[in-house]
């Protein structure tokens, strides 16, 4: 079992900017895909960012330019800095972690319990 605790959130002026931490129970460097999502009230969660343990990186097009995504293999910590914060960037952002079964089963998704993340006007 993956467990994933994130922190960071607050609240925060248009324009501003956040880190938030996602700790993991796990070795990330064997943890095929490790992102973030958010979930803005009445809406569905939505990919923000993510990456591969090939290196390999994505991005909802809402924030490209202005997130960062990385990870600290040797702290097995996961982070995303969040610039040029907008209110619709106003979410509860979660944490996740996709690993790979046993030949022949679905990758399992493993989700962190969300940190919220209020921007103002």
């Known amino acids: 079992q993956v467990r994933l605790v994130e922190s960071g959130g607050g609240l925060v002026q248009s324009g501003g900017s956040l880190r938030l931490s996602c700790e993991v129970s796990?070795?990330?460097?064997?943890?095929?895909?490790v992102g973030w999502h958010r979930q803005a009230p009445g809406l569905d969660r939505d990919l923000v960012a993510q990456?591969?343990?090939?290196?390999?990186?994505d991005y909802a097009d809402s924030v490209k330019g202005r997130f960062i995504i990385s990870r600290d293999n040797a702290k097995n910590m996961v982070y995303l800095q969040m610039n040029d914060l907008k209110p619709e960037d106003t979410a509860v952002y979660y944490c996740?972690?996709?690993?790979?079964?046993?030949?022949?089963?679905?990758?399992?998704?493993?989700w962190g319990r969300g940190t919220q993340v209020t921007v103002s006007s």
């Open positions: 796990e070795s990330i460097d064997r943890i095929w895909v």
């Open positions: 996740n972690a996709i690993t790979m079964g046993v030949p022949g089963s679905p990758p399992r998704h493993w």
């Open positions: 990456s591969r343990n090939v290196g390999s990186t």
